[in-house]
């Protein structure tokens, strides 16, 4: 079986025209070793034991009988929570971390689910401690709030910067609210959110020279600065050196950027040892194109084929700025890449066979998918416009050469035909082993949604449903 197939070629969008990757090449039609789910309940399982053990110092410390006043309590929940807001701060890091181990493992679709349940009750733990803390030592003190407020910033070390950490960490979660994030520009939100690191570093020296718990030298002591060196090594080795090393084996530079339909187009890479490239179809990388004015922004794109030894594909539909750019990219142009990132693989089905629901460019990594999954799957393809169809050809041949059905469904929403075939009788009639398939949907969010619900409605269990929305 060769890729690509004589018929698939697309229009050449820029000026120049070498043409360096579209070989035809020998597609490898195995399908992945299933790795389970296993990895996110295990990183959860821990998660939750050691936010245990970051109480554990403050219920070793206190004495039984010691919380008799109102102060004194008040001031224990302060503690309390100021342990728990340090153990979640770490842990909002290492999701940050990008670490291939995490990515790969939870993916980075569902590390972004988390790091945002985190991140909103970091802030609330943040701002309880402060509260707490400060009602709890004005009420110890005979001091007014106001007051106490000035005693601790004056007469405590580190204690403006850890206030600095909090408005920072304020600012951050506002600005993640989706309604927020949506009106800023990505990259301001970005520059934002990337604080958080600040947040670390501020809020570090005010823990050891403040905290009950942590001032004295021990093994408390000890493992909370372990901590910190583990989360910064993985941090280090995330957003630094694995990528330092993908980049120098790979050498990826574009080879190819071709027409797919009037608003998308497909940017193909060279590089050098693809063969060796771990990959699977669905996953995604965070792509750095080295040009004068792309090189400072990294986007997310999956790639569109499976990983074949040759070239690296990526297509992408022009939304804004950055896609808008790609269109012009020269061949030759570096490329810099973070991951591959995300568990939207055929290596993470819980089935045999699958049912894989598209929407729009949500086709992308369904399309790579496909090369991979166990003959027989089962392809839902959502489409406004015939125009808004990515890649028809190539879904046709994979259609035959991996046993593919596939219906199109074109039209407006609140069109009838569409209607029927995403409600659960649809469904059913379309693919009757529905119940027993792995579902795969990538779209929009609201066809996400709608679908999710759908399926459920449909008897389709949770674990047996995989999401991608396009939003980190
Ligand atoms: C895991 C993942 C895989 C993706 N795969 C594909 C794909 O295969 N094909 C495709 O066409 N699109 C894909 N996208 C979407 C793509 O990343 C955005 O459309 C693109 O970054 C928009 O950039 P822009 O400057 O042109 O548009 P903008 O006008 O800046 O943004 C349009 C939308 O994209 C979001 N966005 C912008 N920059 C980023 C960024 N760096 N990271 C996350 N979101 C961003 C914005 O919040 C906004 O909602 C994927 C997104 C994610 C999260």
Redesign the pocket.
């Known amino acids: 079986m060769t890729y690509p197939p004589t018929h698939a070629s697309g229009r050449r969008t820029g000026t120049s025209s070498r043409h360096g990757g579209r070989q035809a090449v020998d597609v490898r039609p195995q399908v992945p070793p299933r790795r389970g789910p296993g990895g996110r309940r295990v990183l959860a399982a821990l998660l939750v034991v050691g936010l245990l053990a970051s109480v554990l110092p403050w219920w070793l410390d206190t004495p039984a009988g010691s919380l008799k006043t109102s102060a004194a309590t008040v001031t224990a929940a302060g503690r309390i929570t100021g342990l728990i807001a340090g153990y979640l701060l770490l842990v909002q890091v290492l999701m940050m971390s990008r670490l291939p181990v995490l990515e790969r493992w939870i993916g980075?679709?569902n590390i972004?689910r988390w790091h945002r349940d985190v991140g909103a009750t970091l802030l609330v733990a943040v701002l309880a401690h402060a509260s707490l803390i400060l009602v709890g030592y004005a009420d110890l003190e005979n001091n007014s709030v106001l007051t106490e407020a000035g005693v601790l910033l004056r007469d405590y070390e580190y204690m403006v910067s850890a206030f600095a950490a909090a408005g920072l960490l304020v600012v951050i979660g506002f600005t993640s609210v989706r309604a927020v994030?949506?009106a800023l520009?990505?990259?301001v939100?970005?520059v934002l959110h990337l604080s958080s690191y600040l947040v670390l570093l501020l809020g570090f020296a005010h823990q050891f020279s403040n905290g009950a718990q942590l001032f004295r030298p021990g093994p408390v002591r000890t493992m909370w600065i372990a901590m910190y060196v583990l989360v910064v090594v993985a941090l280090l080795w995330g957003r630094v050196l694995a990528p330092l090393r993908l980049n120098l084996r790979h050498r990826l530079r574009v080879a190819d950027v071709v027409a797919e339909s009037p608003d998308?187009i497909s940017v193909y890479l060279t590089g050098d040892r693809l063969d060796r490239l771990e990959l699977l179809g669905g996953q995604?990388f965070?792509w750095r194109f080295l040009t004068p004015g792309m090189w400072w922004?990294?986007?997310?794109?999956?790639?569109?084929a499976a990983a074949n030894g040759r070239w690296v594909r990526?297509?992408?539909?022009?939304?804004?700025?950055?896609?808008?750019?790609?269109r012009d990219l020269d061949p030759g142009t570096r490329v810099w890449a973070e991951g591959p990132?995300?568990t939207?693989t055929a290596a993470h089905r819980v089935r045999e066979r699958a049912l894989l629901i598209a929407g729009g460019?949500?086709i992308?990594?369904i399309r790579a998918m496909l090369e991979e999954l166990p003959p027989g799957a089962a392809l839902i393809y959502r489409a406004s416009t015939p125009a808004d169809v990515l890649l028809h050809r190539e879904l046709d041949w994979l259609a035959q050469a991996r046993d593919v059905r596939i219906w199109y469904v074109v039209g407006s929403r609140h069109d009838p035909g569409p209607r029927e075939v995403l409600s659960p009788d649809g469904l059913r009639r379309l693919v009757p082993d529905l119940v027993r398939r792995d579902v795969y949907l990538c779209g929009p969010p609201g066809l996400v949604e709608q679908s999710l619900t759908v399926l459920r409605r449909a008897g389709v269990p949770r674990r047996q449903i995989h999401l991608?929305?396009?939003?980190?």
């Open positions: 980075g679709e972004a994030r949506t520009p990505y990259e939100w970005h998308t995604y965070r922004q990294s986007h997310p794109f999956s790639v569109s990526l297509t992408v539909k022009v939304v804004g700025a950055h896609t808008r750019d790609l990132s995300g939207f460019s949500g992308t990594p991608a929305t396009f939003e980190l």
